[in-house]
């Protein structure tokens, strides 16, 4: 499975991005699809999830009410909409897929064995 992530940047606190990951090569063996985002000296830590069939969604809450994932499976995209965004939303955010991943682990980042290249968003004050 290959990820491409992308749509990151700078924007103001307040302001609103949206992020996408397409993916390609036996996508079809991922239940899952997530995000991660990860802070300069801090660890990954779980954005959201979106179960590929179905489209259950999931959220950290540190961030809920203000993201939105979603995915187009017709296109192998996955999406993730984040508005009211806070300079302590400044992160490298990271796509990631695994056909392992399971509904009691896809707040794991060592759950994933596939992972996009990151995309950073920058938000300022």
């Excluded at 899952?32 to 802070?39: D, I, L, S, T």
């Excluded at 540190?62 to 995209?77: D, Q």
């Amino acid at each position: 499975v290959q990820l491409q992530a992308s749509g990151g940047g700078l924007v103001q606190a307040g302001g609103s991005l949206r992020l996408s990951c397409v993916a390609s090569g036996g996508t079809y063996r991922n239940r899952y699809m997530a995000w991660f985002r990860q802070a300069p000296g801090k660890e990954r830590e779980f954005v959201a999830a979106v179960k590929v069939s179905g489209g259950h969604t999931y959220y950290a809450e540190s961030m809920k009410g203000r993201i939105a994932i979603s995915r187009n499976n017709a296109e192998n995209t996955v999406y993730l909409q984040m508005n009211s965004l806070r300079p302590e939303d400044t992160a490298v955010y990271y796509c990631a897929a695994d056909p392992s991943v399971i509904l009691s682990n896809i707040r794991s980042h060592s759950a994933y064995g596939y992972w996009g290249q990151g995309t950073l968003v920058t938000v300022s004050s």
